[in-house]
């Protein structure tokens, strides 16, 4: 498969309850705005083939957060805005909670659109987990278990640095398809940015946004979408102020097999893990640890890959005892894979001996296979074990405390997107790389987006333990961009001991923080 961030294909059914505050509002009493237009009806027309064009409507309540150095008081707007096709006719209704700091003129406060990845995934991990004003309690990198869950103020919220959107994709949680509208109008690379393009231009044209510092944040295949996305933006005239990627997988194409780049740039990973559960000696710091199976994976490493079947038997046996060095795996199982080690494999081999497999978002979590002798492993302990606790909390907290109640089931996983996903790119520029792409490299479009936009900001978030999304993929991305030296110096970069979802380790969630909190003023007042 091709996606990265499916969490669960099962749909969850919200039922229209009656839920009392709870003690984190100040004022939780619902407002419910009245339709704002764009081609809203009450039901379908005529034709048997158009869906029900939704009215846009919002619920509205009232918050304080104080779990920062200063009392923010915040409105909480969760609802819906349409999106039009080609013919000016609605034909989707997007869902999102945005979160808007009361009493500070538009021009003066940044605003930040986030989304998750899949393709196809609802945004209730970035929601529930990262930066916006409440998170859920797990009991990471072990399993949380069952309800009753807990929610609680994120003191690690960039609410006070920033207004945040939280945006479910086309046909994802509460969005839906409308009038004309089909899963194949949003299932694909660039009908996906369409999408979003049109929903940003909308919500910042209805909430009067147009002189606000705009950023992007986007996880999983929310960064490719980002990448395309912000230049897509530029190009209609719309500039950002900043791109915040986390876990990233901006270039499919160099992942096909018979390349051995994905071979290369896992390799500090697995690098990282290893050192994690001490199976590799300790000199030094892991970090130091890292960085020397970065020098390897582009040094001897790639050289011996390149050689293939050519590579001397003398060498092959000196590679692969240096790849066992920094795995933890025996050589004998390198000599046996080729030299080449899948994340798939390497969670199931590396704690063979204990019976135990490795999650592939976060390798900090471990768990039982039904099969001890299987190559490879069964489930993603790293998915099953936080799964429930985000979609549970979710639902509490979305009906508790934001007032928000809808018959209609919450998608985790948009039905019909990734059966249909095109994967056809047309990047932005292009420049000499231009032209159709069978599969998406938008490390063009974001290149593009920085030399139109000289003074847009770039933060790449990374987990040590992430084999989603390794981020030496990422480095080796990034650096192809080909960018001038003035420009180049807009990226930066942050590392953290977890996995692909940064947030699931409270102490990683608390060094992102610290970052973005420093990296948020400088991108907005350039």
């Known amino acids: 498969m091709k996606f990265t961030d499916i969490r669960l294909s099962a749909t969850v059914l ?3 309850l009656s839920v009392a505050s709870i003690a984190v509002a100040q004022d939780t ?8 237009g764009a081609d809203a009806k009450p ?3 005529a034709d048997a083939n158009t869906l029900p064009i939704p009215p846009e409507t919002t619920t509205i309540t009232k918050h304080d957060w104080s779990a920062g150095s200063r009392t923010v008081h915040y409105t909480a707007t969760a609802g819906n805005l349409l999106i039009k096709d080609e013919n000016d006719k609605a034909n989707g ?5 945005a979160y808007t700091e009361d009493g500070v003129p538009a021009k003066n406060r940044p605003i930040t659109f986030l989304y998750n990845g899949g393709p196809g995934s609802a945004t209730i991990w970035l929601h529930m987990g990262s930066v916006g004003p409440v998170r859920v309690v797990t009991e990471s990198p072990k399993a949380t278990g069952p309800a009753p869950y807990e929610w609680v103020q994120n003191q690690y919220s960039l609410i006070d640095k920033s207004d945040l959107v939280f945006i479910d994709a086309p046909l994802c949680g509460f969005s839906r398809a409308a009038g004309k509208g089909t899963a194949k109008d949003f299932a694909g690379v660039d009908q996906d940015v369409k999408a ?7 919500y910042i044209t209805v909430n009067q946004r147009w002189e606000s510092p705009k950023f992007l944040f986007g996880e999983s295949y929310g960064t490719p979408r980002s990448a395309a996305l912000v230049a897509a933006l530029n190009n209609d005239g719309i500039e950002f102020n900043g791109v915040v990627l986390l876990s990233s997988i901006l270039n499919y194409n160099v992942r096909d097999p018979g390349y051995d780049v994905e071979t290369k740039t896992y390799l500090p990973s697995y690098a990282a893990i ?7 000696p300790h000199n030094g710091t892991m970090q130091d640890f890292v960085e020397q199976a970065r020098k390897f994976a582009r040094g001897p490493y790639a050289e011996a890959l390149d050689q293939g079947d050519k590579l001397p038997k003398a060498e092959l046996d000196a590679i692969a005892a240096k790849v066992a060095s920094f795995t933890g795996l025996s050589v004998q199982y390198v000599k046996e894979s080729k030299l080449r080690i899948s994340p798939t494999r390497f969670r199931k081999e590396l704690l063979r001996d204990d019976e135990q497999i490795l999650g592939r978002y976060d390798a900090r979590f471990e768990g039982f296979d039904v099969d001890a002798a299987g190559e490879n492993p069964g489930y993603d302990p ?3 074990g936080i799964s429930g606790v985000f979609v549970g909390a979710f639902h509490d907290y979305i009906q508790s405390e934001l007032k928000y109640m809808s018959s209609e089931p919450y998608n985790l996983q948009g039905p019909g997107i990734n059966q249909n996903w095109d994967w056809k790119h047309h990047p932005s520029g292009g420049g000499f790389r231009g032209g159709e792409q069978a599969q998406p490299d938008t490390v063009v479009d974001l290149a593009d987006a920085m030399r139109k936009n000289p003074k847009l900001k770039v933060f790449s978030a990374n987990g040590w333990f992430d084999l989603a999304t390794p981020f030496f993929g990422t480095e080796h991305d990034i650096a192809q961009m080909m960018l001038p030296d003035g420009i180049r110096d807009n990226v930066s970069f942050g590392y953290y001991p977890a996995g692909h979802m940064v947030y699931l380790n409270v102490d990683a969630l608390k060094e992102m923080h610290a970052d973005l909190e420093k990296w948020y003023p400088e991108a907005a007042h350039h």
Do not use: C, G, M, N
């Not at 979003?196 to 909308?202: A, D, P, S, W």
């Not at 290893?274 to 590799?280: E, G, L, P, S």
């Open 29 to 36: 009493r619902p407002h419910h705005a009245a339709e704002q």
């Open 274 to 280: 290893a050192w994690h559960y001490d199976k590799v």
């Open 14 to 16: 919200l039922a229209v």
């Open 43 to 45: 039901a379908a027309d």
């Open 93 to 97: 209704s997007i869902f999102y909670v």
């Open 196 to 202: 979003f393009e049109k929903f940003i231009t909308r």
């Open 382 to 384: 790293s998915d099953t």
